[in-house]
């Protein structure tokens, strides 16, 4: 494990007013969240992110951070090819939510309300919503491809982390296209958000949970 | 002549070559599907097979996704088959190549350089209402790129569908990150 005292907790991306916006949603939280993270110090990305995550450690007393070199090769449960990798861990296990790539711009929304759903009192959601995701029967891998000044993306992001939050059989993870263009390839990503189910099916624009629910569940395994 | 998006098609009539026989096309023909408008300066040039043999080589995606091509200069109908007699290229063209030796086409879309009585290498995708959703314009020398002009009528049918619920994206790879953008209204 990567010694994070290490890493400068003053990171350009969060400014005072910022942090103290943060702050006021994560004083809310009440259950304790370890954020883990995949992250190669000798990538900008990389460092931008391992210095991001300890200024928002900083800022509850309910989130702690680890940070792994990937040639650590540390059992993470989360995909680690596409590198910085976050993941939030609850109780010690992979609750299924990842981000790939620095949350930065319209996407600070979904790492903050991400957190606030799994360790705080979360948004509200409906029981018929709940027991739909309940109905989920086959495992789903889900990658959302996003571009940080995509206003329409962190709410596609937040909503299929919420349903990853609720079924183990579901992991979510929001992608930074414009630092994988690996997936922009293979996909022929062009617009965001783009939804993309185990790797096959891929859905362009924004999706009620609801929608989302609806399509992981006709979803080809 | 001003910005031509969301601009219908006026009527027109002209004649046409298709795969082998002269048919004649009007405003109704370009109605009910998309349709490319692929404007040229003249037959019998050399750049203008290249690109009329690339759009070809596209063809049956462009009609897999709905999209009808036309090809447009301001030859007769009679000089495009002749053309296709003398080319390769051309001889294995399949979609429509308009003949607009009056200009009606050319100067209806600002494309017609009225005094060498060409069009310049103007593009236009319409809607199934015949209206402009994209189009552009380049200097006679200047070519394009079927591929593109696929991937263009795709996103504009998506955003036909979709209205303006997704973000276009041109991907440059290790892009500077955004400075959070915190707005939580409604979200909590």
Excluded at chain 1, 76 to 99: I, K, N, Q, R, W
Excluded at chain 1, 171 to 197: Q, W
Aim: glycine share 8%; aromatic share 8%; charged share 25%.
């Amino acid at each position: 494990m990567i010694d994070c005292s290490k890493i400068s907790a003053d990171s350009p991306l969060l400014d005072a007013k910022t942090k103290e916006t943060i702050q006021g949603v994560f004083a809310k939280l009440d259950r304790d969240v370890v954020i883990k993270a995949a992250v190669d110090l000798k990538e900008e990305k990389s460092l931008e992110m391992a210095s991001f995550l300890r200024a928002m450690a900083d800022l509850s007393s309910h989130i702690s951070l680890e940070l792994y070199d990937p040639l650590e090769q540390a059992e993470l449960g989360m995909e680690t090819d596409h590198l910085p990798a976050t993941g939030l861990y609850l109780d010690g296990a992979y609750t299924g939510v990842s981000f790939h790539g620095v949350p930065g711009g319209k996407e600070i929304n979904s790492f903050v309300i991400g957190i606030y759903n799994l360790a705080g009192p979360g948004q509200e959601l409906s029981k018929a919503a709940v027991k739909k995701i309940g109905r989920l029967k086959r495992p789903a891998s889900v990658k959302v491809c996003v571009s940080l000044a995509c206003h329409h993306c962190p709410g596609v992001v937040i909503a299929c982390q919420r349903i990853a939050m609720l079924s183990p059989l579901v992991e979510a993870g929001m992608y930074d296209a414009n630092l994988y263009p690996d997936l922009v390839e293979r996909f022929k990503i062009e617009r965001v958000p783009l939804v993309i189910i185990n790797d096959k099916d891929a859905f362009a624009g924004p999706r009620s949970l609801e929608d989302l629910v609806q399509l992981l569940m006709d979803a080809r395994g | 002549m001003g910005n031509l998006i969301g601009r219908a098609v006026e009527d027109f009539r002209v004649q046409a070559y298709c795969r082998g026989a002269f048919k004649e096309v009007d405003r109704e023909e370009l109605l009910g599907h998309w349709s490319v408008l692929f404007f040229y300066p003249a037959d019998f040039t050399f750049v203008c097979p290249t690109e009329l043999g690339d759009l070809q080589d596209f063809y049956e995606e462009f009609q897999a996704i709905g999209c009808e091509l036309y090809s447009v200069s301001e030859d007769t109908h009679f000089v495009h088959k002749a053309w296709a007699d003398a080319s390769d290229t051309i001889k294995r063209i399949q979609y429509t190549m308009l003949g607009d030796p009056a200009g009606v086409l050319a100067r209806q879309f600002g494309v017609l350089v009225e005094e060498d009585g060409q069009a310049l290498r103007g593009t236009f995708i319409l809607n199934p209402e015949g209206r402009v959703k994209a189009y552009e314009i380049h200097d006679m020398g200047i070519g394009r790129n079927a591929a593109e002009l696929l991937r263009k009528v795709q996103a504009a049918q998506f955003v036909e569908e979709h209205g303006d619920q997704v973000c276009p994206a041109k991907w440059k790879p290790g892009e500077e990150t955004l400075t959070p953008s915190l707005d939580l209204v409604g979200l909590l």
